[in-house]
């Protein structure tokens, strides 16, 4: 008995308030005067900032046009969509979205491109790539992750970089701004800034091309086969060898997957020259490469011009949310305080019963 109080002495804590949790504490009582004004003050607070994230977001002006060419629709953009049977056009086929400007649009002004019904959040296509691949990893060049099947090796035997199916649907589209400055005057192409257009940590640390071999690039990826909806393998995707294979701008951004069927991905900016203050007044052609298929899946893919604020783009989800929770406190401020005066006064009256 004496040994086993010993060694239970030896491990006891030390007798301090510590240790011991005799440190002093308090424990908030919540009442009526205190419950009630953080109601209403959380409740204004949030009405507050949603309606100024609701006005500024209302205040962004945007410009879309749906070119995806489905049956019956207006637009040139119908005979490529007819050509391909909803599935393949043919390669570079051309159609043009023409509008005019009454007045200014204010800059800076964004391109984005829209699909709908394009299931990214797949669970089985969103997986469906090799993030060791896409590291500029030499090895995972060669052996392409099991996740990438069925698009992990080519017909003839060959790994395919980039591997898996959201590399293999790349969007292809491509687009062309020119203003028409006077009426029946010449169009003057508008330049695109498409430079920085994906995420920073994306092009710098996610996405890296594998070593060069003696210079090359294209060496670099030699025994590889390109994705079987590519017409060109991934170390041609741009001239610009800061913007080509793995590190290409337009390839990093489709390759972060969005989380809802209908999504929209920044294509350019409008920032340059006479333009940097906006798209001026006056008649406007968009010239468009049509490529990408969405007729066989049921989607729509528009062209949106769009100015942001200090918000971000156009989004008036979050205002209205902001909006709704700050009246769910209000109501539910006036509701404790009917039934804190109500059963107050029913104290009252029995107090004076008794």
Same mark, same amino acid.
């Given at each position: 008995? $004496?040994?086993s109080v010993s060694a239970r002495g030896a491990?006891?804590?030390?007798? $301090? ?41 209302? #205040? ?13 629709? $207006? ?26 400007l009454p007045e200014l649009f204010p800059g ?106 003696? #210079? ?22 741009s001239p610009d060898p800061n913007n080509t ?43 468009? $490469? ?65």
């Open positions: 008995m $004496t040994w491990h006891q804590p030390d007798n $301090t308030a510590f240790t011991q949790q005799r440190l002093p504490a308090w424990q908030p009582l919540l009442s009526a005067g205190i419950t009630l004004p953080l109601f209403f003050c959380a409740g204004l607070a949030f009405i507050g900032l949603g309606l100024g994230l609701f006005y500024s977001s209302n #205040g962004i002006k945007e410009l879309e046009y749906d070119y995806s060419g489905n049956p019956g629709t $207006t637009g040139n953009c119908s005979l490529c969509a007819a050509e391909g049977q909803g599935r393949a056009p043919p390669p570079n086929c051309s159609c043009a979205w023409y509008f005019s800076p002004v964004y391109l984005y491109y829209e699909l709908s019904n394009f299931y990214q959040n797949n669970r089985r296509y969103g997986v469906s790539r090799d993030d060791a691949q896409l590291s500029g990893l030499a090895s995972a060049l060669r052996h392409p992750a099991n996740e990438c099947a069925p698009y992990q090796f080519s017909a003839t035997g060959l790994p395919i970089a980039p591997c898996g199916a959201i590399a293999n649907s790349l969007f292809n589209d491509s687009f062309s701004l020119w203003h028409q400055r006077q009426p029946g005057g010449p169009y003057v192409e508008v330049p695109l800034d498409r430079t920085a257009i994906a995420w920073w940590t994306d092009y710098h640390v996610k996405f890296r091309n594998p070593p060069l071999v003696n #210079g090359s690039l294209a060496l670099a990826f030699r025994g590889t086969a390109p994705p079987p909806n590519w017409h060109r393998p991934v170390y041609e995707l294979g793995f590190i290409n701008q337009d390839f990093v951004v489709w390759m972060r997957t969005a989380a809802l069927p209908t999504f929209r991905k920044l294509y350019a900016r409008i920032r340059q020259g006479n333009y940097s203050a906006g798209l001026p007044r006056g008649a406007y052609r968009v010239n468009i $490469t049509y490529n990408y298929p969405v007729l066989a899946f049921g989607g729509h893919k528009l062209i949106i011009f769009s100015n942001i604020s200090w918000m971000g783009g156009k989004n008036p989800f979050l205002g209205i949310a902001y909006l709704v929770v700050g009246s769910l406190c209000i109501l539910m401020g006036f509701v404790m305080l009917v039934v804190y005066i109500r059963y107050q006064d029913q104290d009252d009256d029995d107090n004076d019963d008794e």
